[in-house]
């Protein structure tokens, strides 16, 4: 189940009454937040969650793409999928930021901060720059880790939804007549991984004879359908402090937010 609050709302009010289309591919994070807009352009129109551990369900209905060779009803089991955990704020500067874990298909991975990642532009490739990258949109270049997932006939299924425009929805059991969409889930714990940086997340799909040194980008989620973490706590100001709590002031207790 997921229950997600619509953050900046009256940047939303404009949209109410529009009807989306639902994409042929999403990311979504149960019990996360829908930053529709945001001065921070690596979070504009992004699922985000304050949250160590959670699931990221990757969201797939073949067909629904808007892209020119996209996922569709007769390709989409042949293709190979990935999601990018990119570090954010972007670096390009290596170091020791601690690691995190995702478990997928009952089998648990840990991700080394940089060490385990690469420096550059998803799909990871031979080449730093090709037609097959995605675009930069406030995160890239920057150290990322590519985690491969498979859609088969066989992945669960639930009734169909917008990440974007549904904010409180819930997985719901697809049944017939309704229109529905295949998901996967990985669990991620980012308990070890410093509090400095947070990790951005990128679902897309390559044809199966992409190569090293010629990826063929076949479709991805749009970036409004994408999602991060945003883990620090942001101390209050001195004037936020005093209307929490005179006596705090009394006790010289004032603090300035930390970015």
């Avoid at 937040?33 to 699922?47: M, R």
């Avoid at 088969?152 to 425009?165: D, I, L, R, W």
């Avoid at 059991?173 to 990790?199: H, P, Q, R």
Wanted: aromatic residues 10%.
């Amino acid at each position: 189940m997921k229950i997600k609050k619509l953050l900046f709302a009256t940047a939303m009010m404009g949209l109410s009454g529009t009807v989306f289309a639902v994409p042929s591919m999403q990311l979504d994070i149960p019990g996360a937040s829908y930053i529709g807009v945001n001065p921070d352009s690596s979070l504009t129109e992004t699922t985000v969650t304050t949250n160590d551990t959670f699931d990221l369900l990757a969201l797939l209905q073949p067909g629904a793409s808007d892209a020119a060779n996209g996922v569709t009803v007769n390709n989409w089991e042949s293709l190979n999928y990935y999601i990018s955990a990119a570090v954010w704020p972007k670096t390009d500067i290596a170091g020791i930021f601690g690691s995190f874990d995702y478990t997928y298909g009952g089998t648990t991975t840990t991700v080394n901060v940089t060490g385990d990642m690469s420096y550059g532009t998803p799909p990871l490739a031979i080449m730093l720059k090709d037609s097959a990258d995605l675009q930069d949109h406030g995160i890239f270049e920057t150290y990322f880790f590519e985690i491969a997932i498979d859609f088969t006939a066989s992945s669960p299924q639930a009734k169909e939804y917008n990440a974007q425009t549904d904010p409180d929805a819930t997985i719901e059991t697809c049944n017939v007549g309704d229109k529905c969409m295949y998901y996967e889930t990985i669990s991620f714990d980012l308990a070890n991984l410093s509090k400095d940086i947070d990790l951005h997340l990128d679902f897309y799909a390559l044809d199966p004879s992409s190569t090293m040194e010629n990826k063929i980008l076949i479709d991805f989620a749009r970036f409004s359908k994408d999602a991060a973490t945003d883990r620090t706590v942001k101390v209050p100001e001195p004037t936020s402090l005093a209307l929490m709590g005179l006596g705090l002031l009394g006790l010289g207790v004032a603090r300035r937010r930390m970015n």
